[in-house]
C-alpha cells in the first residue's frame, strides 16, 4: 500500500517513547482528525492507495489485512473513498 498526502493533512509521527534502536524505524504518517458523527469520537484518517500488483490480488479474490501494535484492538474503521472524493481532497500517492 502506499502512504497518500491530501489537503488538510497533518503529519504524525513515531508515538511517544519510542526507541528507533529498539523499535526500528517509524515513518511519518499525514492524517486528518474527524468526529465521528454517530458516536461522537474522534477518528484520526490516513489514506492509502494500492498498487497496480495489489488491486490485481484484491480483483482475484485477495484480501486486506489491518496491522495493529499492542495487545488490545482500538475502536477503527475502514472504508473506500471514490476517485471523486480523492480528486476533491487532493489525495496524491507520498513521496518516499
Given amino acids: 500500500m502506499q502512504i497518500c498526502t491530501f489537503t488538510g493533512a497533518r503529519m504524525l ?4 517513547g519510542w526507541d528507533q534502536k529498539l523499535d526500528g524505524m517509524c515513518g511519518i504518517l499525514p492524517v486528518a482528525d474527524e468526529v465521528d ?4 469520537h474522534n477518528f484520526m484518517y490516513s489514506v ?9 490480488a484484491l480483483n482475484n479474490g485477495g484480501a486486506i489485512r489491518l496491522g495493529i501494535c ?15 472524493t480523492c480528486t ?9
Avoid: D, F, R
Avoid at 71 to 76: A, G, L, R, Y
Avoid at 88 to 96: D, F, L, M, N, S
Fill in 13 to 16: 509521527g513515531a508515538p511517544k
Fill in 70 to 84: 499492542g495487545e488490545s484492538h482500538p475502536v477503527i474503521n475502514m472504508g473506500v473513498l471514490t476517485p471523486e
Fill in 48 to 56: 492509502w492507495k494500492p498498487t497496480p500488483e495489489q488491486l490485481e
Fill in 37 to 40: 458523527v454517530q458516536s461522537g
Fill in 88 to 96: 476533491a481532497a487532493g489525495v496524491e500517492v507520498a513521496a518516499g
